[in-house]
């Protein structure tokens, strides 16, 4: 298994509320990225980062911020939840040439 | 923009037939091309690759998948399916050789019955 650590692997919050995600590699990829996981969309990317401090928005930015200080760490925010980003969040990592995207084992959040 | 379509939600099986999990992709330029397996509660694991090279890929646990340039295909086919097969199958795609642009399809669902 890539060496990919999700925490928290499960969350209950109230709305309005910040939350924040953490993925840790081990892997020392280059690229890293946040996708959340909803029935009848299959995976939608978030945010993606290509190296510490480089970060660009994916497909359903909206409400969502992320942070890399480090090769390691890539931090998912949700500065205010709502019951809309109820949703299983996938951390992923690669490398920019010919390689896979490996995934960590998910962060289930439940927005009450 | 790149794109994937697994044009099957569903696809029942009985354990010991040959089962195929249909992708078609659309790029503009070369494509690379992903088979991926999530099994409940779990994230998505890799199953095998296209990047060049022949068109048959082998990977993991027996299945193997065939690109073919002309039908803009990537089916993934297993000769003989397993109970322990079922699960929720990603098609992806990245174009190129370079870049963060993954393009994962809706996903199948496999159920294959004893």
């Known amino acids: 298994d890539a060496g990919i650590t999700q925490s928290p692997r499960h969350k209950v919050t109230e709305t309005g509320t910040p939350v924040t995600l953490r993925c840790h590699q081990t892997e020392n990829h280059r690229y890293m990225y946040w996708y959340r996981q909803d029935p009848g969309h299959g995976l939608r990317l978030i945010h993606y980062?290509?190296?510490?401090?480089?970060?660009d928005k994916g497909e359903v930015s909206d409400g969502y911020s992320v942070s890399r200080s480090k090769t390691e760490d890539f931090l998912l925010t949700l500065e205010s939840a709502t019951s809309s980003q109820t949703s299983v969040y996938f951390c992923a990592i690669s490398e920019p040439v010919g390689n896979t995207i490996y995934f960590g084992e998910g962060s289930w959040l439940t927005v009450v | 923009a790149q794109s994937v379509a697994q044009p099957e939600d569903q696809v029942n099986v009985a354990e010991g037939n040959p089962l195929t999990v249909k992708c078609t992709y659309s790029?503009?330029?070369?494509?690379?091309l992903f088979w991926y397996v999530q099994y409940p509660n779990r994230g998505l694991q890799f199953l095998l690759k296209y990047i060049t090279g022949d068109n048959l890929v082998k990977g993991s646990y027996g299945f193997e998948a065939e690109f073919n340039k002309s039908q803009t295909s990537f089916h993934l086919k297993k000769p003989s399916a397993l109970v322990s097969d079922s699960a929720l199958y990603f098609c992806?795609?990245?174009?190129?050789?370079?870049?963060?642009?993954?393009?994962f399809g809706p996903g199948t669902r496999l159920s294959v019955l004893p």
């Open positions: 790029v503009s330029g070369n494509p690379y």
């Open positions: 980062s290509y190296g510490v401090k480089d970060t």
């Open positions: 992806a795609v990245r174009e190129d050789n370079y870049g963060q642009n993954f393009v």
